[in-house]
């Protein structure tokens, strides 16, 4: 399974970015993907995940109500909509599969070793 991140880069504050992720060598219908960051220094932090169908799709306190996701089937990408940026959101974003269901990665608090298919990630820079 190989999973990739693209659409990292450098925006101002309070501009949108897109990531995009897709993963092969899986049944995407039976995994959730999920969306981790880490800032220098800071443990890694799980922010959103999301089944395949989109039907279940779970944001962390932190970004909920400025994060959105994005499936695009035909493509097997699924899209993490950032808007409303600011310098916290700053960090390495990296991209993860589980088989495990996205209500229960949500219960868990989006614990790094419930997911089994890492990215490798991609830096998003966002300027004052």
């Known amino acids: 399974v190989e999973v990739l991140e693209s659409g990292g880069g450098v925006v101002k504050a309070g501009e949108s970015l897109r990531l995009s992720c897709t993963a092969s060598?899986?049944?995407?219908?039976?995994?959730?993907m999920g969306w981790f960051r880490q800032v220098d220094g800071k443990e890694r932090e799980g922010i959103a995940c999301?089944?395949?169908?989109?039907?279940?799709?779970y944001f962390a306190a932190s970004v909920k109500g400025r994060f959105a996701i994005a499936i695009d089937d035909a493509k097997k990408t699924l899209t993490l909509e950032m808007y409303n940026l600011g310098s916290e959101d700053t960090a390495i974003y990296t991209c993860?599969?589980?088989?495990?269901?996205?209500?229960?990665?949500?219960?868990?608090?989006?614990?790094?070793?419930?997911?089994?298919?890492w990215g490798r990630g991609t830096q998003v820079t966002v300027s004052s």
């Open positions: 993860a599969v589980t088989s495990l269901p996205a209500a229960v990665v949500n219960k868990r608090g989006f614990r790094e070793i419930d997911f089994f298919y």
């Open positions: 999301s089944n395949w169908s989109g039907s279940a799709t």
């Open positions: 060598g899986l049944d995407f219908s039976s995994h959730t």
